[in-house]
């Protein structure tokens, strides 16, 4: 009989937990490795040599060369011989196939979330909280929408962003205290920071049904965020948000018209696909000691 995982289910990285298996003896090293090896590229880091592999992840160099060696033969890394280094290769994208499958909403609510989009001049896109991450699973845009792009697997910090904060307001009190320890020990200096502006945007989305964000993330772009729903028996929580270039923005737009457009959509993709509105409780203001 299969053990059943004693982590969360929502590990922060798969170089975080292996760092913690090393008395595991039912945990799969070598597996974990060369998961940590394809989550070092990222964008901006989407060629890779096994020596910088070897300096991001903290394996040795000659693991790392068997590594991806194997992953190339597999098809999950391709090999560029004029510069001797790793792309991800194309069939990396069949593991996100079954996820986003599963997550048919995306395709209800993306005609409604382009109209939006169209409509503000801006982008209007869906995640899923990812331990201390958004995951984006949908986005839409219009035509002009500045520096900042959302595509689908990008991911954003919890803390510091509109959609994170409508996220983790969906969690159930226990889970939303851990995530804020899971935050605080990942970055002490980024949770001090953040914290009060993160347990405002909390409050905001129990009291408006959306949260703002000026900038926090990129200072361009001021956004708006909705909880979607949080799915009990698989612990997923989902949010949408609204990114506008600053500039395009009357003062108060965002939370008069915008804010509240964006929360109607939600209720209106929750009322598509049969989901409830998510109960929103009050949070607490305690600080965490970060140690710091």
């Not at 069949?94 to 409509?119: G, I, K, N, T, V």
Request: glycine share 6%.
């Amino acid at each position: 009989m299969a053990r059943p995982p004693s982590r969360s289910p929502h590990p922060t990285s798969a170089a975080a937990v292996l760092a913690e298996s090393a008395d595991d003896a039912a945990f799969a090293t070598t597996l974990a490795k060369g998961l940590v090896v394809l989550e070092a590229f990222k964008a901006g880091s989407t060629l890779l040599g096994n020596m910088e592999l070897s300096t991001l992840t903290g394996i040795p160099r000659p693991t790392v060369a068997r590594l991806t060696h194997t992953l190339a033969e597999l098809g999950y890394l391709r090999y560029d011989p004029a510069r001797a280094k790793y792309h991800v290769g194309a069939r990396a994208l069949r593991l996100a196939h079954p996820l986003l499958a599963d997550l048919q909403f995306r395709q209800f609510a993306r005609p409604m979330m382009q109209e939006l989009a169209q409509s503000v001049r801006g982008t209007v896109s869906i995640g899923q909280l990812d331990a201390t991450s958004m995951i984006y699973v949908e986005t839409a845009r219009s035509g002009d929408v500045g520096p900042h792009a959302p595509d689908i697997g990008m991911p954003i910090p919890v803390v510091m962003t509109a959609m994170g904060r409508a996220a983790a307001s969906t969690l159930p009190p226990p889970d939303a205290a851990r995530l804020e320890r899971r935050i605080a020990a990942e970055d002490s200096e980024l949770w001090s920071a953040f914290q009060d502006r993160y347990r405002a945007g909390l409050a905001q989305c129990v009291s408006r049904g959306f949260c703002t964000c000026w900038g926090e993330y990129m200072a361009s772009i001021h956004a708006v965020a909705a909880p979607l729903f949080h799915a009990t028996e698989t612990r997923q929580s989902f949010s949408i948000n609204c990114g506008i270039p600053a500039f395009r923005l009357q003062p108060g737009q965002l939370e008069s018209e915008i804010g509240p457009r964006l929360a109607a959509l939600a209720d209106s993709i929750r009322a598509i696909v049969g989901q409830a509105a998510p109960a929103l409780p009050a949070r607490k203001t305690k600080k965490i000691n970060t140690g710091t």
